[in-house]
């Protein structure tokens, strides 16, 4: 069974989702580790209710950002991962990390990536005017969101939305991207080569509700 680590900030709510996948079939593999930089991620929780390993790595104790990572890839490594996955986890972390888990580490953004990386994306779509918004699964690098892509999932802009509310209609459509995406890179569809993602000739096929993939080989 393929092993998959998450790490998380905050909810967890895409983490949640990722270990419903695999306990419904979804995904073919098992959430061995849920590993947070705060305490107060409320992620744990639901975790440990799931008999999930946990574990607290705080950012704020060490003296630089160098240490805490060689810290978290230790952390990391102990659980023998095949993958990792950052959900919500609000860290950058350094070249020597990214690049121990160079393709086999994926993120989930918030944005149409390449269109807004970084923190605040709801609010520059809203800026911006833009009629579309939505989220990006991608293989992680040492240049911050700007990993080949996975998929995306678009979401429409509403004349109404406020940061809020566009902001929970994008993180509903998160949960399915990262799921499928995930599976993707699990079966090995979805494949880091050269710095970009190809998909396989038995590429699985997303459900038409907006997603788009990486390139086919």
Wanted: hydrophobic share 40%.
């Amino acid at each position: 069974m393929t092993r998959i680590v998450v790490l998380i900030s905050g909810r967890g709510s895409n983490m949640r989702a990722i270990v419903e996948a695999c306990q419904n079939g979804i995904i073919d593999g098992s959430v061995v580790a849920v590993i947070s930089n705060t305490i107060k991620a409320v992620g744990l929780d639901y975790a440990q209710s799931q008999n999930i390993d946990t574990a607290v790595l705080d950012h704020t104790q060490f003296s630089d950002r160098n240490e805490f990572d060689t810290q978290l890839l230790t952390l990391v490594d102990s659980y023998q991962p095949d993958w990792l996955v950052l959900a919500g986890f609000m860290r950058v972390l350094n070249a020597d990390f990214v690049n121990h888990f160079l393709g086999r580490m994926v993120n989930i953004h918030p944005s149409l990536l390449p269109l807004y990386p970084g923190l605040n994306t709801h609010k520059k779509a809203l800026a911006a005017g833009d009629t579309e918004h939505g989220a990006t699964a991608h293989f992680v690098t040492p240049e911050l969101d700007a990993g080949p892509t996975i998929a995306q999932t678009r979401v429409p802009v509403l004349p109404t939305d406020t940061e809020q509310t566009l902001a929970n209609r994008v993180l509903q459509a998160e949960h399915e991207l990262i799921t499928q995406a995930l599976q993707l890179c699990v079966s090995g569809v979805a494949r880091y080569t050269n710095g970009k993602c190809t998909l396989g000739n038995n590429m699985t096929k997303i459900p038409a509700t907006g997603h788009q993939q990486g390139e086919p080989s």
